[in-house]
DNA sequence: CGAACTCCTACAATCGATTGCGTTCAGGTG
DNA sequence: CACCTGAACGCAATCGATTGTAGGAGTTCG
């Protein structure tokens, strides 16, 4: 277990422990002889010398590292951003830090002060409420920062969301053409930017295409689980509005909606169509298997990572955030309404 | 950004860096007089001072980190298993780092390394195949290491594992009590010993009830997929041995048991009743929902963070594993055979 | 033949915190 | 009053790598 270091690799080489450090390093590997430099290469390998990284951000002030704030890894959601954002930063030589928040501010704070004590090179955050001061407190202090799949009332914070509005658009017109013209929402909280961006388009895709879309016709969940979407359908129903279909903030809330319609004897799609948001794993294996807004969670992680990167290589690179394009995953949750 | 150091604090309170740190350190904060110590912390406090901890684990060679090697964060089985390590290893301070490896050992290869670089202290594997020189190699160098929901050929290894022979137990013992005399078992892959565990408790937990276990009424799936599950099962029916029940490796093979008897014009569980492993999110969801051995994935990540800090707090401490027990999880996947 | 230059390589400082050891000084003891 | 004791704190080395600068060997050119 003891570590060979680089001071035993330049010895064994015959050189001084800096000619060592440069002829295993790409970027200076020109200040050294060849015939030196491979000769260090070949003490390092026969040594099994492994740099010491924290040494080496001592010094350097930079620990290629980034930390990763999210709510819950349990969340069929996140799983795979952070296989899009670790893929990413492993092709760049970094890692990232994750660290599950539960969306509680004081283990964000700590999580963030943690980061800092480790100098992580930059934070991805998938946990920014709409307003959030100590996200807006670290883009301040200059620490690079991307926001994935939400954004913060700030507006010069880098993200990378869905594009939310297109998605919600393509399901009204889906349940449009099949014939549906009393439709509902189901929004998701609306402390977070995709529970406004989703209800906030859902009322501007259906006027889009005619129809009517007063605030009767949506229930706000309190947050997105299956609990709450229930809870938020059983309040719509209670209204009496008519519908004929439901267009959910996302899949759980619309798995909360497919239990309240069993609930109280009613059939989906037979007399309901219901479109989740978010396409999740294993949501084509519900019963019935549900129509929904397809995100693409991995690639968003990815360029989310790709953003990050750029700014770290260059921090006066000019903030950029990006839009990925949706589409709609057509099920069988969604039919014609019955005449 | 500018971090304050801790000479910097040491200043402010007119006492030297050396003194600054143990009045700071728990641990050593007896050896500084209780005012001076006060005064210190006031100016740690005042100049928002968050220490180093690179700078600590270079010189005291410890880093509070712990590598966490994982095949894929988006198979549901993990998720949990990292939040339960990680919620442990948060209340004592250390966090992991999270690499996934898709089983490819290069890559668990280049992981190892790279954790070795930033000089983690300890490893918890998830990914361990029956033969895996490299963590033999690893645990060989005295690094603390422990593996969850896996163990390997190597012996003084310690684990955390569910009771698999157990739950197979129940799992069969359930299908018996239901009139099931004909069972058949998609098994896993036979190189990761969670196969092996549950391909052998099959036919232990068979003999146990009375009934017929041979070769013939086992399929090998190449992997915990759908597709793997769907190809097994397709073999077993061409076999041609009757049978009313299916017990499945995991539910991921169950999904596919489903795929082929759709295909074939068979219901469950009128025609065949299926039992899954693992009872993974969602799955009560699926149609049918899935009767399946329930496996308390977050106690077991959980567990596995418990005795690595055991270890890394006292080295000599002798290797422990740990089986914890399994529960069945009954829904509608399971019934009586016609008759 | 010596000055000027180019290449390499060595020296030493540095990153920020920890820690063994030495020093100081107040108070107690004989 | 000389001496010892121990608490409290300062000094300086140290962890392992990086990097600005100095210096030495060899080459070229006037």
């Known amino acids: 277990m003891q570590r060979v270091t680089l001071k035993e690799v330049a010895e064994r080489a015959g050189v001084h422990p800096a000619t060592a450090s440069r002829a295993l390093n790409a970027a200076t590997r020109g200040l050294v002889n060849t015939q030196t430099a491979a000769r260090v290469e070949k003490a390092a390998r026969q040594l099994g010398y492994t740099p010491n990284s924290i040494a080496r951000s001592l010094k350097t002030a930079r620990s290629a590292t980034v930390g990763l704030l999210l709510p819950d890894l349990t969340n069929p959601l996140f799983p795979p951003i952070v296989r899009g954002v670790e893929d990413v930063l492993r092709a760049a030589g970094y890692s990232p830090w994750i660290i599950n928040t ?28 709409l307003q959030d001061p100590l996200l807006e407190a670290v883009a301040a202090s200059g620490t690079p920062l991307v926001l994935v799949n939400r954004r913060v009332a700030t507006p010069d914070i880098p993200s990378v969301t869905g594009d939310d509005a297109a998605g919600v658009a393509s399901a009204i017109r889906h349940l449009y053409e099949l014939g549906h013209r009393d439709i509902v929402h189901l929004a998701g909280p609306q402390d977070l930017s995709t529970g406004v961006a989703r209800r906030q388009a859902f009322r501007q895709a259906m006027e889009d295409v005619g129809l009517a879309a007063g605030p009767e016709r949506i229930a706000d969940a309190t947050s997105w689980s299956e609990p709450a979407g229930a809870t938020a359908m059983e309040e719509l129903l209670g209204r009496g509005v008519p519908h004929t279909a439901v267009l959910a903030g996302n899949d759980l809330i619309a798995l909360g909606c497919y239990d309240v319609l069993e609930r109280h004897g009613m059939r989906c799609p037979d007399d309901v169509s219901v479109v989740g948001f978010n396409d999740m794993p294993f949501i084509d294996r519900v019963a019935p298997p549900l129509t929904s807004v397809r995100v693409p969670h991995y690639d968003i992680g990815a360029e989310a990572a790709r953003l990050l990167l750029e700014v770290v290589n260059d921090p006066e690179r000019h903030v950029r955030s990006v839009m990925l394009p949706l589409t709609l995953s057509v099920r069988r949750s969604t039919a014609r309404p019955r005449t």
């Not at 969306?103 to 920014?128: H, L, Q, W």
Request: aromatic share 8%; charged share 35%.
């Open 102 to 129: 539960d969306n509680e501010p004081e283990r964000e704070a700590a999580a963030i002060e943690s980061f800092r004590g480790r100098s992580v090179d930059g934070f991805v955050v998938a946990t920014a409420r």
